[in-house]
Each structure stands twice: as structure tokens, then as C-alpha cells.
């Protein structure tokens, strides 16, 4: 537990981040830091902040790669914060039976979720940014109920990441620009649920991820444990499959992922970066080359990566038609370049 009292360190710290360009296209708390750094402003009655931490390994597994098949993060593999939501609720409940007033705040911009964990004593900032938890490590989902309940505060835990650096160089892009600090332009887990085109440098870094990447928690020792444990392979999904669905199936399948817009074109652009990473199959290199004509431009785009990743006289064929007839100039210019094999 903490109190509500503003966080006006990780306010300037946000502002700094949108300022320098490092937090990207990040919403969400990013949208408003002034108030996602004081529950006060939308809670004015507000004294005090249950932190709670839910674990969601093992249960969440460890995705195995395949041929055809594409990751998801672990956090993602369902949706893991519903037993936390319902724990949640449960303490909202208990504090309204006593008389206080009481409001849930799980997955919720109007908390930076992580600054009242950690000085609610619950975890420690690790250099990976995230809040690393005794037993747990990175593996946690953060929520709070914010009351108007006198509660007693805990102390922030004196623990820190001391001389482990492992997450930094785990990094596949080399987001982790220094302890603590990530440039969300890097990111692949930021890249793959935002919106637009994925920057070609990014392409081949994605590798089999649809959404989301574990590596920096996968490195982390205090998450080991639970890592070990989580033996199951869940996580993997069809990539062709993801192509062939439509729209209301996709987002009945995966309504718990952040989709900008709820637009799936996104879960397909980065289908067809998987395929322009995988030793693809007869139907899988079908698909992209269906994609070449796509009526979304986006899609073309990234399509037409994919085959020039591929390569082949099919690719090659498939490449010169559709630049012929192709007039987005973006699209073109990456058709361009997938046939010089770039």
C-alpha cells in the first residue's frame, strides 16, 4: 500500500520522453502524464493505493517456434489479467462494505501502474523498466484500487538490480539505451501494437513475433524460476491462419491484444513480416504473393517485403506485376526495393 500522493518525478520523466521523441507513438499513460502520475485528479477523494502484483508464469507457458507459426508474449498468450481484475474487484468490495469509497485501476491510463508499485514496496525498478518482484521477477500484471481509506503505507523495498545487466544486451534492437531507459522507437513490443508501417530496419528483428517480445524478461534473472516452470507450449499461432481470417474473427480470437484502432490490419502487417522471416511453405508464399494486390496499401507494403525476402522467380514475376499497376508511391519504392533484393 502507498499513499495517493502525486508522482512528480515520473511526471517529468514522461514529459522529458514525449519531448525527445523516446516514447514514440506510446498512448496510454503517455497520452496525459499529469494525470496518469496523480490519481487525485480524477479521484479527488482519493487516499491511498493497493498495489497488487499477479504472476502469470507458468501458467502462460513458453511459446516453442515452428515452422508456420508465430509468438505471442506471454502476457498476451490470453488474457492473464483476469484473475488479477477479479482480485481487484474483490478488495473494492471489502473497502465499500467498510464504508470507504473505492475505485479499480488495472490496465488503466489514469495510473502509471508501476510507480505505486514500487513505492508500495512491492517490487523494485529494474533496468529492463519494468517492476521486478521477489520470486516473480518481470513475469507480474499490476493493478490497484485507489480508496479513500487512511491506510497505514509500506515502505519502497530496498532492493535493486546491483550489478546484472543482463536485460540490456538481450535486447534484439537495443531499446535498453542505458539502465532503465527505453527509446519506444526500438521497441519491438511497442513497434508490433502500433500503428503504421514497421521501419525496415526493425523488419528482420521481429523474426517470428506477431505481438509482443519477452527477451529482456526472459533474460532477467529474478524471473528464472518461473521461466523453468513454464513447460507448456502455449503462445504459438497459425500465421496463415492469421491471413486467411476474417476481420470479426480476429478480433473475437485475440480481443484481449491492443489493436490500434481495432483495425486488424495491423495483426496482418505483421503476419507478413513473419513470413518475410520464415523458410515459408508452398501456401505461405501464396499468401504473400495474394497480398501483393491487396486493396490496403499498407499490407502491399509490407507484402512486398515479404517476397523480396523470399526471393524465387515466383516472388520475382509477382513483384514486377504489381509494381507496374501499383500507384502508392511508398509502395512502389518498397516493390522497387524487393526486387534489387534489398
Known amino acids: 500500500m502507498t499513499t495517493a ?30 494525470t496518469a502520475t496523480n490519481v487525485a485528479s480524477s479521484f479527488p477523494w482519493a487516499a491511498s493505493i493497493i498495489v497488487v502484483a499477479h504472476a502469470y508464469l507458468p501458467d502462460a507457458g513458453t511459446p516453442q517456434r515452428r515452422s508456420g507459426a508465430a509468438r505471442v508474449a506471454r502476457f498476451a498468450e490470453r488474457d492473464h489479467y483476469l484473475p488479477l481484475r477479479e482480485t481487484l474487484d474483490g478488495l473494492a468490495v471489502r473497502l465499500r462494505a467498510d464504508g470507504h469509497r473505492a475505485a479499480v485501476l488495472c490496465d488503466d491510463r489514469r495510473l502509471v501502474d508501476r510507480a505505486a508499485a ?56 537495443g531499446a535498453l539505451v542505458a539502465p ?12 508490433l501494437q502500433g500503428p503504421g508501417t514497421i521501419p525496415r530496419r526493425l523488419r528482420g528483428a521481429v523474426e517470428d513475433r506477431l505481438y ?11 524471473g528464472t524460476r518461473l521461466v523453468g516452470r513454464s513447460t507448456e507450449d502455449r503462445g504459438a499461432v497459425d500465421v496463415v491462419d492469421i491471413l486467411s481470417a476474417s476481420d470479426a474473427q480476429l478480433l473475437r480470437e485475440h480481443e ?3 489493436i490500434p484502432g481495432r483495425r486488424v490490419r495491423y495483426l496482418r502487417r505483421n503476419a507478413l513480416v513473419v513470413l518475410g522471416n520464415s523458410a515459408v511453405t508452398t501456401v505461405g508464399a501464396s499468401m504473400v504473393v495474394g497480398f501483393l494486390g491487396h486493396p490496403d496499401p499498407l499490407l502491399r507494403l509490407h507484402s512486398a517485403w515479404a517476397a523480396g525476402r523470399i526471393g524465387g522467380p515466383l516472388m520475382g514475376a509477382a513483384l514486377e506485376t504489381g509494381w507496374r499497376s501499383e500507384r502508392a508511391a511508398d509502395v512502389r519504392a518498397e516493390m522497387a526495393l524487393a526486387m534489387a533484393g534489398q
Open 5 to 34: 500522493a502525486a508522482f512528480p518525478d515520473v511526471a517529468a520523466d514522461m514529459e522529458r520522453r514525449r519531448r525527445d521523441g523516446s516514447s514514440a507513438q506510446l498512448g496510454f499513460t503517455y497520452t496525459d502524464p499529469g
Open 180 to 191: 532503465g531507459l527505453l527509446d519506444a522507437r526500438r521497441c519491438l513490443a511497442a513497434v
Open 212 to 222: 509482443g517480445c519477452d527477451d529482456c524478461l526472459d533474460a532477467c534473472p529474478p
Open 256 to 258: 484481449h491484444f491492443f
Open 118 to 173: 514500487v513505492r508500495a514496496g512491492v517490487g523494485w525498478w529494474g533496468k529492463n523498466a519494468m517492476v521486478l518482484v521477489p520470486g516473480s521477477g518481470p513475469w507480474v500484471l499490476l493493478g490497484s484500487v485507489v480508496t479513500d481509506a487512511d491506510l497505514e503505507p509500506d515502505e519502497p523495498m530496498a532492493r535493486d538490480c546491483g550489478n546484472c545487466s543482463a536485460c540490456l544486451p538481450a535486447c534484439p534492437t
